[in-house]
């Protein structure tokens, strides 16, 4: 455990993944080539990567702790991000869409505020660590809005339909049709994109599987929880939940 305000945050063994990941993808674009620098954008990388997967979650939390129905318990990073384990239901979409959005928000809150160093007098190895940190935050929100299951931009979407038509079921029954739609199209230009821009394409696809496995994963990790909890965006129905993944 590392700390246990405003909810208990632990590092599982499998935090060592996303936080090498991001150690390597730093010293990668550092451009230097001085141990003391590579040192340096890792371990830049490596630590600003978990405290910002763990910021983007306590985002979560956040909007949880404001919400009658909802408890947050802790927050836990693992070998594919991290995640903020809730309890409780939804009472309707508006409240779903509300909860997808904190971690974003919370994302590029933490972005701006580590871009304050660029425009006040600093020294130049401060602003261009504070510019790659603000960065990895805009990427890692911009990424969970995408409208793929089970990020953060689909559990908007079906929260938002949820609320305009009035039901969680119908919701997913409308979304569930319309993505069937968007798979074919999705795998076709995930092909073009492997065979036009191998490095983008392999990109796309790997983002695509990470989220397919932590759908996986965390119904591994639950699979004798109460009917009445569920893994939310992973397998929420009702508006039950119990992670919000990242």
Not at 90 to 109: D, H, I, K, T, V
Not at 114 to 130: I, M, N, S
Not at 142 to 167: E, R
Request: charged letters at 15%; proline letters at 6%.
């Amino acid at each position: 455990m590392l700390v246990r305000w405003p909810v208990p945050i632990v590092l599982s063994p499998g935090a060592l993944v996303p936080l090498c990941v991001f150690a390597l993808t730093f010293v990668a674009f550092s451009g230097g080539s001085k141990p003391s620098v590579l040192i340096a954008a890792a371990l830049l990388g490596g630590v600003g990567g978990v405290i910002s997967l763990i910021v983007h979650e306590l985002g979560h939390v956040s909007v949880a702790r404001k919400l009658s129905g909802v408890r947050p318990e802790k927050v836990s990073v693992m070998c594919l991000g991290a995640a903020a384990h809730l309890d409780g239901s939804y009472r309707n979409g508006r409240e779903q869409a509300r909860m997808a959005l904190g971690g974003p928000e919370a994302s590029f809150a933490f972005a701006l505020a580590l871009a304050a160093p660029l425009f006040f007098p600093a020294p130049t190895g401060l602003k261009v660590g504070a510019l790659a940190l603000a960065l990895l935050n805009v990427a890692i929100g911009a990424l969970s809005l995408l409208p793929v299951h089970p990020l953060d931009g689909h559990k908007a979407i079906v929260g938002l339909v949820w609320w305009a038509v009035g039901s969680e079921d119908r919701a997913r029954r409308i979304i569930r049709r319309v993505g069937m739609g968007l798979l074919a199209v999705d795998l076709s230009v995930a092909v073009l994109l492997l065979a036009a821009r191998p490095a983008l394409g392999a990109t796309v696809v790997a983002v695509a599987a990470v989220a397919y496995g932590q759908k996986r994963l965390v119904r591994a990790l639950l699979p004798n929880r109460p009917s009445r909890q569920t893994t939310d965006r992973a397998a929420s129905e009702h508006g039950n939940l119990s992670v919000e993944l990242r």
